[in-house]
């Protein structure tokens, strides 16, 4: 009866492997979601079947082939199912960010001419209808919650549940238009389109094909020997094209269960109960849980301290090689496996990452103290390098070759090269079609052969074949006295101090190196608290003596580390600002992703780089900034500007 | 307006006829007149307000509706009939359920026990059921449980669901207080100061729940509050209350421009 894998590879779409599924696997887990407080499930023919009934009901609307449908919500099965309709009806799904305020929204959707929005509560529908005058094509707006919605006018505002159901009850009159669509779909045309976060200018829609998507998902599953029986959270924003991947592409192709928190809040008590086997999260995240843990053994027995350090150093020797196969000796061994009874299994099932056989993190370099930590307790942390126009997969580490200062080989069917400037191309079956209604861009990304430019600078170890990557193509540069300035690598070295949850380095054309820093208030805060330094705000913290001096000494051992360099050792920090405000994506300072935005900053704060560079101890700023419901206000401090001194490099000193 | 008639809200909403009347109540403590020849209505589904300066009378009068205090004069009708003095727990079985002023919480108890506390007048199963635990038993509390749950995704209280009261900030107690009065399926839920002692934002959001309360459940609601701007906002209807005594009555706009309760507020002076 189960269809042999090569006969998979003919699918030409999602919809298509989901009836595979429903048919070979019936009875196995596709989505779960936790709701009034127990996890609810639904099989692959139930869920086949609530994306039936949605795909008919979007036909009792008249949904079109080649329609829009935004969705704006956070991960929950029924938008999934809704990506799947809306293919399944020839038109293509768009997840958005929900937290877009309504500015970025009214761009998106009047870009793609969203004809109908699926938006999960009373939130993002009055967000929607905020903004509805300026959307000429949108028709239709459908809602997942109805709470609180009693009152609004439900002429073109239709619930979920009752658009479903209506489509059951015309399963007769359209159940052949469905069909025939269903066939009809190829495997050139749209499977989805996703707006990138854009770190310069306005967000860009790429347009990803089911080839794109289901040659990936088939490459880089068998790459993981991911299968039925494996299980993910789906926590991420839909928007992003590594959830696309994760809980459409690669569920749908091996029919693994992609499971929904609760809510935002409880992801983490969430990740404990369902314990995924495959895992993605972002270095910041790893950095949060670790920086937790360390906060709270802090505060532990002295017996706890004494079995938890006793033992992390001995995971620190041998946990890695262990992992990656390594021949370790019986004594060591056993005595990682005691540590295992007592310290890293207990821990790993704190931090819900019991399960994990494949974890990944990618989008911003992790630091190596970190990323060994997670490692050498036994979780198989690897790192990728992806992105939303390669349908994520570039590059990827294979099992047994992880380190922490490489993205690791090509993912399979990727083809690689550097150009003579040192940016990185690719060429793979992922690579996308093109920008939505922008074919400039297009061009200027993709050359006629499809060698695609990530952007980014870096080389390939010649021994391992491995891919390093050193910063942003375009914000590598020469500072005036000729030497390299690559900002990206400095700001990452002092991200990996716990104390650091930001910086931002200048120094193009100029004469030495200065950064901002945003300290990291849980961090700082309990350090504060343990050095009785008293504190009223995160401005006030932010702006302490004790703080620069703590900051202070980070910078002055990154310029250490940097001396040793010989290309960046120009790079190194002269003067630094502690910002009196968290860098916020509502302020246009990073991307949603969480991406600093260099020229937003640069602009916004020229007076404070000005500052910098011109000598002065302290400075006075006002900046406006945006509150979460968009209103917006302005904040002003005098803020003190420190100096550090460059370390000489070894051998050249007089 | 006659106390019997429904009439509509400025925002469409139909308000149904009286359920609770009170006729010329007065209340005494040894000598001390709390509340003095006190007469209003509350109309089903409405949000009554009881607003007033500190010591005006309002806790008093609550205690009153709730049959906490038996007035020394008048009559409380209630469904259309005279209501007897009766226990507090009496009350509650006629459906009224209320939250306090200081936050009466167990505090040692999680969110979900002290709401589940709330369902107590809708259990059936004796004690002795419920230690052999028969199917009857079970399935009660499964029930209940449900029903719960309904009200914690309700609250978006998901978080804290584990959470034992006493660690939670004051917000979110207050929200559970609310919870625990919701769960008892009241058809009157009368709200002792809901918003003391909250900033800004978890005001808004206390205004949001007892406004939906109202919306998705058509629960009748009674609240007393201080800060005035809050009451204009969500109150169909506004009582007045000075020294004891009553001196306006009518929607917030009739209140606002009332020159007593003005008087009251913001004091006079006496030349």
Redesign the interface.
């Known amino acids: 009866m189960a269809a042999s894998k090569s006969e998979k590879s003919t699918f030409a779409s999602i919809p298509e492997l989901v009836a595979f599924n429903a048919l070979n696997i019936p009875n196995s887990p596709a989505y779960r979601e936790k709701?009034?407080?127990?996890w609810q499930s639904w099989s692959w023919s139930e869920a086949a079947e609530e994306i039936d009934s949605l795909a008919l009901g979007f036909l009792t609307l008249g949904v079109a082939k080649g329609d829009y449908i935004a969705i704006i919500g956070r991960n929950r099965p029924h938008f999934y199912w809704s990506m799947i309709a809306a293919q399944s009806v020839g038109a293509i799904p768009v997840p958005v960010y929900q937290d877009a305020v309504a500015e970025e929204l009214v761009y998106v959707l009047d870009h793609c001419g969203a004809k109908f929005v699926l938006a999960e509560n009373q939130e993002q529908v009055d967000k929607v209808l905020e903004i509805k005058q300026g959307l000429k094509a949108l028709e239709h707006i459908i809602f997942l919650d109805n709470?609180?919605m009693?009152?609004y006018d439900r002429a073109n505002l239709h619930d979920f549940k009752d658009l479903q159901n209506k489509g059951r009850d015309s399963e007769k009159k359209f159940t052949k238009t469905l069909a025939s669509r269903r066939k009809a779909i190829k495997s050139s045309d749209v499977c989805v389109m996703l707006y990138t976060s854009g770190t310069t200018g306005r967000p860009k829609g790429v347009i990803l094909s089911n080839h794109n998507i289901i040659k990936t998902s088939e490459a880089s599953s068998s790459f993981d020997k991911l299968n039925a029986n494996d299980n993910v959270l789906a926590y991420l924003p839909m928007a992003w094209v590594g959830d696309f991947i994760f809980s459409i592409g690669q569920a749908c192709w091996t029919g693994f269960c992609v499971s929904c928190p609760?809510?935002t809040?409880?992801m983490q008590?969430d990740l404990k109960e369902i314990g995924p086997t495959y895992f993605f999260a972002p270095p910041r995240y790893f950095e949060g849980l670790l920086t937790n843990v360390m906060i709270r053994m802090e505060d532990a027995s002295a017996v706890k301290q004494f079995l938890f350090s006793y033992f992390m150093d001995h995971a620190q020797k041998i946990g890695g090689n262990l992992l990656d196969g390594h021949s370790v000796s019986v004594i060591d061994k056993l005595k990682y496996a005691i540590g295992q009874l007592f310290i890293y299994g207990p821990l790993r099932n704190t931090l819900g990452l019991s399960n994990v056989r494949v974890g990944y993190t990618a989008g911003e370099a992790i630091g190596p103290e970190i990323f060994d930590f997670y490692r050498s307790i036994g979780i198989n942390l690897k790192q990728l390098y992806g992105q939303t126009e390669a349908s994520v997969y570039i590059t990827q580490q294979p099992d047994g070759q992880v380190r922490s200062d490489t993205v690791g080989i090509a993912s399979p069917g990727v083809e690689l090269k550097i150009s003579d400037s040192g940016e990185v191309f690719y060429r793979s079956p992922g690579t996308f079609v093109e920008y939505f209604k922008n074919p400039k861009s297009t061009k200027e990304t993709k050359d006629a052969e499809g060698w695609v430019a990530t952007g980014d600078a870096g080389f390939i170890e010649a021994e391992t074949g491995h891919l390093r990557i050193i910063d942003r193509a375009k914000d590598v540069g020469k500072m005036e006295d000729g030497h390299l300035f690559a900002p990206k690598y400095v700001e990452n070295k002092l991200k990996f101090f716990p104390n650091v949850l930001e910086c931002v380095v200048f120094g193009a054309g100029r004469k030495f190196c200065t950064a901002f820093i945003n300290i990291d208030l849980n961090a700082v805060g309990n350090w504060a608290e343990r050095n009785n330094i008293a504190y009223s705000s995160y401005q006030e913290l932010a702006g302490h003596k004790n703080v620069y001096e703590m900051i202070k000494d980070h910078i002055n051992e990154t310029n250490e580390s940097l001396a040793d360099d010989d290309m960046l050792s120009g790079c190194q920090i002269h003067r630094f600002v502690i910002l009196h405000k968290e860098l916020d994506a509502d302020d246009g300072e990073l991307t949603r992703t969480r991406k600093v935005r260099r020229r937003v900053i640069e602009d916004k704060f020229h007076d404070l780089i000005n500052a910098l560079y011109d000598g002065s101890s302290e400075v006075y700023t006002e900046t406006e900034v945006t509150y979460e419901d968009g209103t917006k206000g302005a904040i002003s401090a005098t803020l003190a500007i420190a100096d550090v001194t460059p370390v000489v490099q070894k051998g050249k000193a007089a | 307006m006659t106390a019997t008639d429904s009439y509509q809200t400025p925002?469409?909403r139909t308000i149904g006829p009286n359920v609770m009347e009170m006729r010329n109540i007065s209340l005494r403590f040894a000598g001390v007149k709390a509340i003095q020849d006190i007469s209003f209505d509350i109309h089903e589904g409405e949000i009554r307000a009881i607003i007033g300066p500190n010591g005006a009378g309002k806790s008093s009068m609550l205690n009153v509706i709730n049959g906490f205090y038996h007035p020394q004069e008048g009559e409380i009708l209630y469904k259309g009939e005279v209501r007897k003095p009766m226990k507090p727990y009496e009350i509650a079985y006629q459906g009224i359920a209320r939250t306090f002023q200081n936050i009466a919480l167990f505090k040692g108890m999680s969110t979900?026990d002290n709401i589940m506390t709330g369902r107590l007048t809708h259990m059936k199963t004796g004690m002795l059921e419920q230690i052999i635990w028969s199917g009857r038993a079970e399935r009660e509390e499964v029930e209940n449980?449900?029903f719960v749950?309904?009200i914690?995704?309700?609250l978006?209280i998901?978080?804290i669901?584990k959470t034992p009261v006493g660690r939670l900030p004051y917000g979110l107690q207050k929200r559970v207080e609310l919870g625990r009065a919701l769960a008892a399926e009241p058809s009157l839920l009368l709200l002792d100061e809901p918003m003391a002692g909250m900033n800004v934002e978890e005001k808004e959001d206390m205004s949001?729940f007892i406004l939906?309360v109202n919306?998705?459940f058509g629960t009748t609601i009674a609240l007393i509050e201080h800060d005035m701007g809050v009451v204009m906002d969500i109150a169909d209807r506004v009582v007045v209350m000075d020294y004891g005594k009553k001196i306006g009555d009518g929607t917030p706009s009739e209140v606002r421009n009332n020159q007593d309760v003005i008087d009251a507020y913001l004091g006079v002076s006496h030349d």
């Open positions: 709701e009034y407080g127990i709470r609180g009693r009152k609760e809510n809040e409880t008590q | 925002d469409g979900l449980r449900a749950e309904h914690i995704d309700f978006e998901q978080t669901r949001r939906d919306d998705e």
